[in-house]
């Protein structure tokens, strides 16, 4: 028997979901029942009737659908995926940025941890931010975090000024700098480029880039554009569908090396293994899921 096929009997016996973020190797990908950015699976591990998710992306992803669907079983095939976008605040450094602003509405990035979203009013992912701290009153002050890009972009979306930003990035995303737009630019005259908001090239370099998306909206961008090339600035796993979905457009890495490891360290064989052993569990103090959900809810609402 295939391993492919050992993962879709698995699947059946233990009435579960696949989950694949976009970043995942293509053969994840494809054997999955849902790909998306955060936002989107976060609503699909919500909706779905299986009692078991497995989440084949980072820890702070499958912590989230945990504790959208508690009494769903939510396995992650490795517990080492973390995430350094996650890993750059803890909920005692946050407590303290909140008692120095004291009434500030706290906006955290979905890549974080259960304990962090516990002390969030707001959660966001790349595709929502923006209309989430919209939301916020004018007059009040807003601490973002963790993601210093995805943060300054929002201000200069919204044009606020009481928005301040925790000094956190993602290490795969940072690298990709104004000075490496400079640098494709020259090779690929005239493509467009499509940016994650997380990379360190949506800053002085904003107006050379033609659209900000998430992985979901350059999944979307992909389906409908006639552009003869296009460079895309995130994690270079999302090609695989992109590539798939348009097979006219040729679209180039901004940057080839753009790998995340931790979203790597899932492979078949490990989803495999974790729905024949039903490792490794997510297990979170009801507590921290109680508050961590509401600021979850209102983003996913
Ligand atoms: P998306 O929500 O856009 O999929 O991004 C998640 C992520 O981890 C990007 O590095
Ligand atoms: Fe975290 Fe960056 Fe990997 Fe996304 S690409 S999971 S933000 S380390």
Known sequence: MSLEEEVRRLKETRNAVILSHNYQVGEIQDLADFVGDSLYLSRKAKESDAKVIVFSGVRFM???????????????????????????????????????????VVVSYVNTSAEVKAESDYCCTSSNAVDIVKRVPADTEVLFLPDMFLGDYVRKQTGRKNIHLWVGDCFVHTRMRPET????????????????????????????????????????????????????????????????LNPTTSFVPLSPDAVCPFMKMNTLEKIRDSLRDMKFQIELSPQVMDRARRSLERMIS
């Open 62 to 104: 499958a912590e989230t659908a945990k504790i959208l669907s508690p009494s769903k079983t939510v396995l992650l095939p490795d517990l080492e995926a973390g995430c350094s976008l996650a890993d750059a605040i803890t909920a005692d450094q946050l407590r303290q940025w909140k008692s120095e602003h004291p009434g500030a």
């Open 181 to 244: 737009v400079r640098q494709q630019r020259a090779l690929h005259p005239g493509a467009e480029l499509i940016a994650h908001p997380e990379c360190g090239c949506t800053t002085e370099v904003l107006p050379e880039v033609d659209k900000v998306l998430s992985t979901d909206g350059m999944i979307r961008y992909a389906e409908q554009t006639r552009d003869k090339e296009v460079m895309v600035a995130t994690e270079i796993g999302i090609l695989h569908r992109i590539r798939h």
